[in-house]
């Protein structure tokens, strides 16, 4: 077969080790493998998984808010939900009208027990970079702050301001050009701008604590909050404030391969199954309950694929895929995927007169992936998964060769 042949002589693939399952769920067909039961590091494929997981525990409407009113105050806390003040997300602010119109003192009440802010396997020296933001119980202003150069004044402009004071100059800290470095451990923010850095913004993911969530409540909404005591808070009868369509956070992970709506997707799906927010209890709740017939053994520790300890292979995430497109429709199925030449991680790539593939792409250090569905010019839809690990060329190569192999099966299959 031509993809045989291609994975075997294209010198791309000779760098690294790859596996492919591509499978006809209609004739239940394998249409082709190489490897497939072979263990790969999935990277962002893994959020295929939470996508799942989020089917399976998550209503149409997301949970924004756990409330419960004692006299003239309103005790709330988080449930995970990510969108609160988001900019990357719309319709994010029915928790903060809520907040803002109620007459009642404020308190925030913090889990008991607390997810760590990183989840295992993850890289240590990454926490200054954007996609490696932190897990919270109630995420704010998604978890970071933007900072951009300010021609007009020498300090960059903070958003939210309250990390303006938290700013200090430092030119050895980052370099030459501008840029913000974070301490590890603490909330300082250390600087550079050049003159000639205009219009240069950087985003920086801030360390999140109950302390500066309700700093940050304070000066958003204009009025107090205050931290309560979490073994003080009471929620017997408490009610929930929905948010914003589930839907409308799958699309954003899946499209953009949002590592942060994919962490706290977890967090929420654990609330609901124990009231506690561990990602450990949800993914172990899908293993038992909704994969335990899968017909190999996997390894799945996070929400996003950050983690190296992730290990799949393509078959089980054929297997993942088909449990999926037998309970989510084609038509909305294939709008929260990235859609080839068209939208998402893989616009640039797959390109056809009309899409031809719509899949999950899955990207760290020397890994690349694509997992999903790919419709035939006689109008089958195949499922495939194909993993690349320890390639040693630029990953647009190693694209390139899969271009090859999936494009030819969908002109001839």
């Known amino acids: 077969m031509e993809a045989q042949s291609t994975l075997e002589e294209y010198p791309a693939f000779k760098t690294g080790f790859s596996g492919v399952y591509i499978y006809d769920p209609a004739s239940k067909k394998v249409v082709f493998e190489h490897n497939s039961g072979k263990y790969f590091t999935p990277a962002s494929n893994t959020k295929l998984f939470t996508f799942y997981a989020g089917l399976k525990t998550l209503g149409d409407s997301a949970a924004g808010l756990e409330y419960v009113i004692k006299g003239d105050s309103l005790i709330f806390r988080g449930t995970g939900e990510p969108s609160f003040l988001y900019d990357k997300l719309d319709s994010t602010a029915v928790v903060y009208d809520f907040l803002k119109e109620r007459d009642e003192s404020l308190f925030y009440a913090p889990p008991i027990v607390e997810e760590k802010h990183f989840g295992p396997g993850w890289s240590w020296d990454d926490y200054n970079y954007y996609y490696s933001v932190e897990r919270s119980a109630m995420p704010i202003y998604g978890n970071y702050a933007r900072f951009t150069s300010n021609p007009q004044g020498e300090i960059p402009v903070a958003k939210p301001l309250y990390f303006e004071e938290l700013l200090r100059k430092d030119s050895l800290a980052t370099g030459g050009s501008f840029g913000v470095l974070r301490d590890r451990n603490q909330n300082i923010f250390r600087y550079h701008a050049p003159e000639t850095a205009e219009n240069r913004s950087r985003i920086v993911p801030f360390i999140p604590s109950p302390q500066l969530l309700t700093q940050l409540l304070s000066d958003t909404l204009k009025k107090p909050v205050k931290l309560l005591e979490a073994q003080k808070a009471d929620f017997r009868n408490s009610k929930i404030l929905y948010s914003i369509p589930t839907d409308s956070l799958y699309k954003r992970m899946l499209q953009v391969s949002d590592n942060f709506i994919a962490e706290q997707l977890l967090l929420m799906g654990s609330r609901e199954i124990s009231d506690t927010l561990k990602t450990d209890i949800a993914i172990d ?95 089958k839809v195949l499922i495939f998964s194909f993993m690349n690990n320890n390639y040693m060329v630029p990953s647009a190569e190693i694209k390139a060769g899969m271009e090859m192999i999936l494009r030819n099966i969908h002109l001839n299959y």
């Not at 709008?335 to 760290?364: Q, V």
């Open 285 to 379: 709740y899908i293993m038992k309950n909704h994969l335990q017939d899968l017909s190999q053994e996997i390894k799945w520790v996070d929400g996003s694929g950050l983690s190296i300890y992730n290990k799949f292979t393509p078959k089980t995430v054929v297997e993942l895929l088909e449990k999926i497109s037998k309970e989510v429709p084609q038509k909305r199925l294939f709008e929260l995927l990235p859609a080839g030449g068209e939208s998402g991680t893989i616009r640039n790539f797959y390109k056809a007169e009309e899409p031809y593939i719509y899949a999950k792409t899955g990207t760290i250090s020397n890994v690349h992936a694509l997992s999903g569905y790919l419709k035939t010019k006689s109008g």
